[in-house]
């Protein structure tokens, strides 16, 4: 394991107030690449699940599959609000991360 590696729980979307997905990675780019490219998973590719609206970095594994777990339990209006809490528009966050 790399002492600086970190992972991300992070919520796609497909339009504002649209479809969500919740996923966890080592690799964020690469990742939402993924979806975006409609390879990422079939239930994103199949609703167009393709705007990155949130994500979080954790720096153990565990804890971020644990996250990402709870979030996906979690009522819709949950998620809404998380995202609305730090990305009030729905704006699509890859272009910044690239």
Known sequence: MHLDQQYYVYL?????GGTLY??????????????????????TAKYCINR???FEV????DWAIKCEKQ???WRRAW?????E??????????PSLV
């Open 22 to 43: 919740v996923g966890v990675t080592n690799n964020l780019v690469e990742r939402v690449s993924a979806h975006r490219d409609g390879i990422g998973s079939k239930f």
């Open 58 to 61: 954790h720096e153990e594994i």
């Open 52 to 54: 990155l609206v949130y």
């Open 85 to 94: 809490e730090k990305n009030p528009n729905w704006d699509d966050l890859f």
């Open 12 to 16: 796609l979307a497909s339009k504002l």
């Open 71 to 73: 979030v996906k339990r």
């Open 79 to 83: 998620k809404i609000r998380m995202i």
